[in-house]
């Protein structure tokens, strides 16, 4: 008998590039994802963005492109992701804000997103 999570469809066929493609268009910047996948969870962010972040720049010790959490839905089609904002202020603190939610399909093999501001 398999497990739950053996049943869950393989979340190394996920493509991150297009996502990364679909966020960069979002944010107007390029951004390229450092991507960890354990178990049924994906971890990504992005490298450092705050020098991109004009005259707020002197305020961060990182601006990066991540998420908090994710997870696939119930009919196992699809892996959803909300896409955020993270950063940290060189005087301490930290904050994020969600930028997009992001469905992977499995089986169209694409990103569908809904935006969030």
Not at 24 to 50: A, C, H, W, Y
Not at 80 to 87: H, T
Request: a neutral charge.
């Amino acid at each position: 008998m398999k497990t739950e999570t053996e049943n869950n469809p393989n979340l190394k066929e996920i493509d991150f590039k297009q996502l990364e493609e679909i966020v960069s268009n979002e944010i107007g910047t390029p951004v390229k994802f450092k991507v960890e996948i354990k178990g049924d969870r994906i971890e990504f962010e992005s490298q450092d963005l705050s020098s991109k972040s004009g005259i707020m720049s002197k305020l961060y010790n990182y601006l990066i492109v991540g998420n908090f959490g994710g997870m696939i839905s119930k009919d196992k089609n699809k892996y959803w992701v909300p896409v955020n904002f993270s950063w940290s202020y060189k005087e301490g603190g930290s904050n994020g804000t969600k930028i997009i939610d992001a469905w992977w399909n499995f089986e169209d093999k694409k990103w569908t997103i809904q935006h969030c501001f």
